[in-house]
């Protein structure tokens, strides 16, 4: 890759069909941890810059399309297998594999998947059958319908690799969707990449999809949810998200939004560690004060981007994200410090550390985190080891 070439989509850490709500969310989410008013590091305020002009480009759709052409041709690996297509040398008519995917596109736009499914791929029709991808795409129309679509043509390869199969000649082509959302009335825009490949006699379209039996399931539960729309049901789920006395996650809230975290450590290799609190209280009938006041303490002391809960009776639990073991063990002296110069009950606590290295399931590193933090005496204790 080009020294003076910036991968947008990975400052953003966002992959490259993310829609642009996602690319909005991760912006925001960046910002919080970066912005010149938290940070006077000049690495950082960089890194900001970045940001910022990455944003600027793939918010904006036209200016995205231009990118991602540049984007393309600076993709390492994508060099390996895939070569350009010279148009004169082929004789190949690229207008047809246009033709094919918007014959594909209408089809599912009329729900006449029969007709879409005509547009497949040999390989993808022996892969899954019609009655299959009639399910799936039903399935799909019942939480989401189709208001229009363009396609944009991107570039052409020759000897391109589409999961198992080397097709002599591939068109990859940008489309552009909006679809209503049948539950909120809401029209959301997404980007899609799809490919038409040549068979050898006509142009097909490669459907891209790895398991459509997952992906059934996962629209057929969702339209399932949305029938069973519950207001009541559904605010006394987001009250379950919160623990009612300290403010903070409950078990189930924080596991939401903990699996979040984990993806992006997967996908992005960012640190990430998590800090177990055990509060020991001198007086027992003063239990819940003082839980309350040590949460609100470290509540107030953490980061926006920092993921708070109560676990047990006793215990408060601290993913700590983008943060290694060493920067974990300055948070957990910073949040004691705290608690120690602004408590008014007399309690006092164990701190368990943990740095979560993805060789176990973050439900494995929080019950190691608790347990050191809950096995050791009365006073202030830290341990730091790595899951």
Request: hydrophobic share 35%; proline share 2%; net charge neutral.
């Amino acid at each position: 890759m080009s020294s003076q070439f910036k991968d947008y989509y990975h400052i953003l850490q966002v992959h490259h069909d993310a829609s642009p709500d996602v690319i909005k969310a991760a912006y925001r989410k960046l910002c919080t941890l970066y912005h010149p008013d938290t940070s006077r590091n000049d690495n950082e305020m960089q890194r900001m810059m970045d940001i910022n002009e990455a944003y600027r480009t793939l918010s904006n759709p036209d200016q995205r399309a231009a990118y991602h052409r540049i984007w393309m041709e600076h993709s390492t690996k994508r060099s390996e297998h895939v070569y350009t297509v010279s148009h004169a040398r082929t004789g190949l008519h690229y207008d047809s594999a246009k033709d094919v995917l918007d014959q594909f596109f209408h089809a599912l736009y009329t729900k006449n998947w029969t007709s879409a499914y005509s547009c497949l791929t040999l390989e993808d029709q022996e892969r899954i059958s019609l009655e299959q991808f009639q399910k799936w795409r039903q399935a799909v129309s019942d939480c989401f319908d189709m208001q229009d679509y363009r396609i944009q043509k991107y570039r052409s390869y020759n000897r391109c690799r589409i999961g198992e199969v080397i097709y002599e000649q591939v068109a990859e082509y940008a489309v552009i969707i909006n679809d209503l959302d049948l539950q909120t009335t809401k029209v959301s825009q997404s980007t899609t990449h799809k490919y038409a490949a040549f068979d050898g006699t006509s142009w097909k379209v490669c459907l891209g999809i790895k398991s459509v039996k997952e992906a059934t399931l996962k629209f057929q539960l969702m339209a399932q949810r949305r029938k069973n729309f519950d207001p009541v049901a559904l605010y006394q789920s987001a009250v379950s998200k919160r623990d009612p006395l300290t403010g903070l996650l409950s078990e189930s809230g924080f596991y939401d939004e903990a699996l979040k975290e984990v993806e992006r450590f997967k996908r992005y290799h960012n640190p990430l560690s998590l800090v177990a609190f055990q509060v020991h209280c001198q007086d027992s009938s003063r239990e819940i004060p003082c839980l309350c006041q040590c949460a609100s303490i470290i509540k107030a002391t953490s980061r926006i981007t920092d993921i708070i809960a109560r676990f047990g009776n006793n215990q408060i639990i601290c993913l700590l994200a983008e943060t290694n073991e060493q920067q974990a063990l300055l948070a957990t002296q910073k949040f004691v410090a705290n608690i120690r110069k602004r408590q008014v009950e007399s309690f006092s606590l164990n701190a368990g550390i943990i740095q979560y290295t993805g060789t176990s399931a973050i439900e494995d590193a929080v019950f190691a985190a608790c347990s050191d933090a809950s096995r050791n005496g009365n006073s202030i204790w830290i341990n730091s080891k790595e899951v």
